[in-house]
């Protein structure tokens, strides 16, 4: 058996306070492998964010990692020195946020963004970014003509879409996904993460995908993790989180989605 | 739509525009829809579409560039500013935003107390009390613990519940909730719609709920009514437009609503780009002709076009 591309073991994130600490993540273990879609799901507070900053070590303080590993590829993220993490993020590991579509600066054109990234991270001269930044452009269907364009004279989906474009420009290894389209109807949604997956097949990048919406998930993930409180509670494929839940919290936060076919929501879950 | 008895407010052909030529806003056109006391229209669409003009607009937030509102049968006052002020305390309105929704300086016994101050003049002293105790108990808060809190204190779902009591405080008979569980938990989301369910039921409210998410708005309305680019696509009973839509719109949004049993490998689920632009473009431009599918059941479509 391969080794997984991301693993994270017994990782325990607390924020620290002034009387006590609150434990965010609670000894949280799991793998991704090369090309898979991990989904973790929960309620806000429940510390599936804090696990995707954690991994991106973007975490800041009040937040502390106490114990735990997070390996890339077996070499340990938590270990890397400020250097050796510059050239970690964006190229082995890419973040995209819940209100990404508005982390673009507005005051440069994107091609300038794209530019940035590339220059920083791949040397690369005016034309050859110009050059990559239209294969990108186009590979989530907008116009590379528009990379003179400001961020505002586009639609959120398209900065959204914008985003993941500059996330994928230097080929990262695993996409951190952090509620990518909540802000999002669901046709421009679908479009977004029906795009992601395709490219997903193409590059045969590893995606951790984290949301509420656990239908959402299901349809776009190889394998879910539930989160309750910090801690993991199961662990399974799609189909099983879907067909088969185990732990009494997925089957009530099942119950808690309405159907769109009908057969209403019965059981109501834990407030 | 299917009528029971005649309905508590109508918008008759209401059109509202922003801005001159040739930056003029389209945000709603010729809308047109009823509520009935003890029944939810839910209005969904997605974002821009015009829900939330139409919200204002029922609200007289907005007064309509064209058209008129009834209530109880009788156009609403435009100018007379005591006569829209009985409208605004039949005709109340939860906001999506729980935590902005709330004034922070102030307890949650204030909340309500205001208000039945000043539309209940009939009430004194301890008969205040003992409506706020009522109404807190209501929406399944208990008052001992909650009315002397401040927002902050609260959960954004008993926040809600505090928003739906207020609206009860005044004796309203009209609810607009403009995706009121949106900014919820999952898991409380279910506990605020049953409530409104209930309230419509046990109360004879006529509730107007506003969201982007069909599920729900199968799980608390009976009526739809399904909007793009401000206009009105389809129209008619819940469970008949959502199984059996016939609008190119409504079918794209219905594709595209998040089905756990469709995996994106599935052939079946995929959503061609160049059909989801074909569709909005030609939902886009107006739609003259009302055909219906059923007796309950109604859509538009362009003039020239053929049936569906």
């Known amino acids: ?67 735990g590993e997070i390996l890339l590829e077996g070499r340990d993220v938590l270990d890397l020195n400020p250097v050796e993490l510059r050239d970690f993020r964006w190229r082995e590991v890419a973040m995209v946020f819940q209100s990404a579509m508005n982390s673009l600066n507005p005051v440069l054109r994107i091609q300038e963004q794209f530019y940035d990234v590339l220059r920083t991270h791949q040397k690369m001269n005016r ?128 119950a808690s989605f309405p159907s769109l076919h009908g057969e209403p929501a019965t059981e109501r879950a834990p407030t | 739509m299917n009528a029971p008895e005649t309905p508590i407010l109508e918008l008759d052909r209401v059109s509202k525009s922003f801005g001159t030529a040739p930056f003029k806003v389209n945000a709603a056109q010729s809308v047109s829809f009823e509520l009935y006391a003890g029944r939810t229209l839910a209005l969904v669409g997605e974002s821009g579409s015009g829900k939330t003009t139409c919200a204002r607009l029922v609200m007289r937030e907005y007064t309509p560039s064209e058209g008129q509102l009834l209530f109880k049968g ?22 999506q935003d729980p935590f902005s929704s709330l004034n922070p300086a102030h307890t949650i016994d204030y909340h309500l107390r205001r208000p039945l101050q000043l539309h209940r003049r009939d009430l004194r002293g301890k008969q205040i009390d003992a409506a706020i105790e009522e109404l807190l108990t209501r929406v399944k808060l208990d008052p001992k613990i909650v009315a002397h809190k401040h927002p902050h204190e609260l959960s954004g779902g008993q926040r809600q519940r505090v928003n739906i009591a207020r609206t009860l405080a005044v004796g309203a008979e009209v609810i607009v909730a403009d995706e009121p569980t949106s900014m919820l938990d999952v898991s409380v989301r279910l506990g605020v719609l049953n409530l409104l369910n209930e309230m419509k039921r046990d109360m004879k409210l006529a509730l107007l709920y506003i969201t982007h998410d069909i599920a729900t708005a199968r799980y608390v309305a009976e009526d739809i009514v399904v909007m793009y680019a401000g206009q009105i696509v389809e129209w008619g009973n819940v ?70």
């Open chain 1, 1 to 67: 058996m391969t080794t997984p591309l991301l693993q994270v073991k017994n990782l325990t994130v607390d924020y620290i306070g002034d009387t006590s600490d609150f434990r965010a993540v609670d000894d949280v273990s799991f793998d991704v492998a090369h090309g898979e879609t991990f989904g973790l799901a929960g309620e806000s507070g429940c510390g599936k964010s804090t696990i995707a900053f954690a991994i991106s070590r973007l975490h800041k303080p009040p937040a502390l990692i106490r114990s």
């Open chain 1, 127 to 254: 034309a050859q970014a110009r050059e990559r930044t239209a294969e990108m452009l186009r590979l989530v269907d907008i116009p590379p003509d528009r990379m003179k364009d400001y961020p505002h004279q586009f639609s959120g989906g398209m900065r959204q879409r914008i985003v993941i474009a500059i996330c994928l420009a230097l080929n990262p290894k695993i996409v951190v996904m952090d509620e990518p389209t909540t802000a999002l109807d669901v046709v421009v949604q679908r479009e977004i993460l029906q795009r992601i997956n395709e490219l997903r097949r193409t590059f045969g990048f590893s995606v951790l995908f984290i949301t509420h919406d656990l239908g959402l998930m299901v349809q776009f993930c190889d394998r879910i993790g539930i989160m309750l409180a910090g801690k993991l509670v199961e662990q399974n494929t799609a189909e099983n989180i879907y067909g088969d839940p185990q732990h009494d919290y997925t089957k009530k936060l099942w």
């Open chain 2, 74 to 95: 009788k156009p609403v006052a435009t100018d007379n500013a005591k006569a829209l002020a009985r409208y605004r305390r039949s005709v109340q309105m939860i906001f």
């Open chain 2, 239 to 308: 469970n008949k437009v959502i199984d059996n839509p016939q609008h190119p719109y409504t079918r794209l949004l219905l594709s595209a609503v998040p089905d756990p049993e469709m995996p994106f490998d599935d052939p079946k689920a995929q959503l061609k780009s160049t059909d989801v632009e074909d569709i909005r473009r030609l939902s886009a431009v107006p739609q003259d002709r009302i055909v219906a599918i059923e007796t309950d059941h109604f859509i538009r479509q362009v003039a020239s076009s053929r049936a569906a």
